[in-house]
């Protein structure tokens, strides 16, 4: 099995950068996809994008418009999420999850989330 626990959210201007980090524990991490969804109040969970386990493949939802950037490295059991670009549409709580479905962007398909970090776009 494997656990993620979030970090790198914070406030932002719009037009600025974040990078979010999703650290892993448990010894399956190198053998799963990756996924990053967002979620803001009253909406329900938004995908965002996925990396394969072999970090050769990515796919993203199309609002992301090639300001959104997933990346990992499994020696250090980490995957990443640079949001470049910012808007006030992006705020809402970032989290990662496994998936053994590469692919899928079907909330089902994925588990083991982490708690989520905090992103707020704002002037």
């Known amino acids: 099995q494997v656990e993620f626990v979030e970090s790198g959210g914070g406030l932002a201007q719009p037009g600025g950068s974040l990078r979010l980090s999703c650290a892993a524990s448990?010894?399956?991490?190198?053998?799963?996809?990756v996924g990053w969804w967002r979620q803001n109040p009253g909406e329900a969970r938004e995908f965002v994008g996925a990396i394969k386990w072999s970090a050769d493949q990515v796919h993203y939802a199309d609002f992301t418009k090639n300001r959104f950037h997933i990346s990992r490295d499994n020696a250090k059991n980490m995957a990443y999420l640079q949001i470049n670009g910012l808007e006030p549409e992006d705020t809402g709580v970032y989290s990662c999850?496994?998936?053994?479905?590469?692919?899928?962007?079907?909330?089902?398909?994925?588990?083991?989330w982490g708690p989520g970090t905090q992103v707020t776009v704002s002037s």
């Open positions: 999850a496994a998936s053994n479905q590469y692919g899928s962007s079907q909330h089902y398909a994925f588990y083991n």
């Open positions: 448990g010894r399956a991490f190198s053998g799963v996809t």
